[in-house]
Nanobody, 116 residues
Framework: QVQLVESGGGLVQPGGSLTLSCAASVNSFSLNVMGWYRQAPGKERESVATITVGGFTNYADSVKGRFTISRDNAKNTVYLRMNSLKPEDTAVYYC??????????WGQGTQVTVSS
């Protein structure tokens, strides 16, 4: 049973920064494209950023230039550095693999609230 544990969320003022972490209890972590997703109240879950095994990254237009995804395969962990946060970034953030066989079971996510 794969377990994904997200952490690092919180309440931050507009313009602030946060770094999210996601630890994966799976031996094949280093073989998977990983992604960060978010779900705001009343909205569908959306992809925020992805990172390949080789470290190539891709971002949603709404976060490009503000968010940075990275990974540490030795620690089975993927990170999301979020700068210049906006109220519209408020959501529960999740990580998961990007795979044709589908995602792992979703973790509990970590809440990010951007508000003054």
């Amino acid at each position: 049973q794969v377990q994904l544990v997200e952490s690092g969320g919180g309440l931050v003022q507009p313009g602030g920064s946060l770094t999210l972490s996601c630890a994966a209890s799976v031996n094949s972590f280093s073989l998977n494209v990983m992604g960060w997703y978010r779900q705001a109240p009343g909205k569908e879950r959306e992809s925020v950023a992805t990172i390949t095994v080789g470290g190539f990254t891709n971002y949603a237009d709404s976060v490009k230039g503000r968010f940075t995804i990275s990974r540490d395969n030795a620690k089975n962990t993927v990170y999301l550095r979020m700068n210049s946060l906006k109220p519209e970034d408020t959501a529960v953030y999740y990580c998961n693999r990007v795979h044709a066989a589908g995602p792992y079971n979703w973790g509990q996510g970590t809440q990010v609230t951007v508000s003054s």
